[in-house]
């Protein structure tokens, strides 16, 4: 997306967002931020009203400036958390699931980040199997979905490889990095609707399928989400 069209979308409290979160990932790599540097850095002209913005957030305790440095208060660093959290979980699904390339995952986060309900973010991070980590490798924010108790009760979908030996999933999505892969895969009978059982994660993984063995490689069983199967 270009800045024009950039400008041209971004509502007023998606633009005191979009601070949030450029003051957030920042600090996570370790500097500060001026006005002048945040209005560089989340790519908008000099008079784009980024001052306005800022003074906004400082109004309503979210910003603090000291000598000039922009920092987020305890509210504002709350308020971005949850930002960053919807932002990477959607970099997850977008590139890592659905294999969109990344230039386009960047610009679907960036919309989706300031409309995803906390209910539907934390629904698609059970889908997800809670990853830890966005495609860029950058931490992502707990939500109360990922905490052990809650996912023991819930029912959700996880990667095969997070089944405990002797568990069974029915296989719902295959996003392997590889397209052919899942030819490959299909063929051996791992396709959405299939009945896996995990019969060993090392030290390689090995799953039993219509009485058969297989064994896959970890790079595999990573793209293979089930909905683990409690009854017998
Ligand atoms: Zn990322
Ligand atoms: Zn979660």
């Known amino acids: 997306m270009n800045e024009t069209a950039i400008f041209n979308v971004r509502s007023p409290a ?19 931020l001026s006005v002048r540097e945040l209005a560089r850095t989340i790519h908008a002209g000099p008079d784009e009203g980024w001052g306005g913005v ?29 930002i960053v959290r919807r932002h990477r979980l959607a970099e997850v699904l ?12 960047e610009n679907e986060a960036c919309g989706v980040e300031h409309v995803l309900t906390a209910q539907a973010t934390d629904a698609v991070c059970s889908f997800l199997g809670h990853p830890p980590v966005c495609p860029h490798g950058r931490p992502i ?20 490889a997070d089944l405990d030996p002797g568990e069974r999933g029915r296989v719902v999505l295959l996003a392997p990095r590889h397209r052919e892969r899942l030819e490959q895969l299909t063929d051996l009978g791992v396709m959405p609707g299939a009945v896996l059982t995990l019969r060993q994660r090392k030290p390689s993984l090995v799953v039993e399928v219509d009485r058969t ?6 790079e595999i069983a990573q793209g293979i989400y089930v909905r683990p199967l409690t009854e017998w």
């Open 213 to 218: 063995l297989l064994a896959l490689e970890d």
């Open 94 to 105: 977008f590139h890592q699931v659905l294999d969109l390339p990344m230039a386009v995952t």
């Open 141 to 160: 924010p707990n939500g109360p979905c990922c905490s052990t108790l809650t996912r023991r009760v819930a029912p959700l979908i996880c990667r095969l």
């Open 14 to 32: 998606a633009a005191r967002e979009e601070v949030l979160e450029e003051l957030w990932t920042s600090h996570e790599a370790g500097h500060a």
């Open 54 to 82: 800022v003074q906004e957030l400082v109004d309503s305790g979210l910003v603090e400036v000291a000598d000039g440095e922009l920092t987020l208060t305890a509210a504002g660093q709350h308020q971005a958390r949850e």
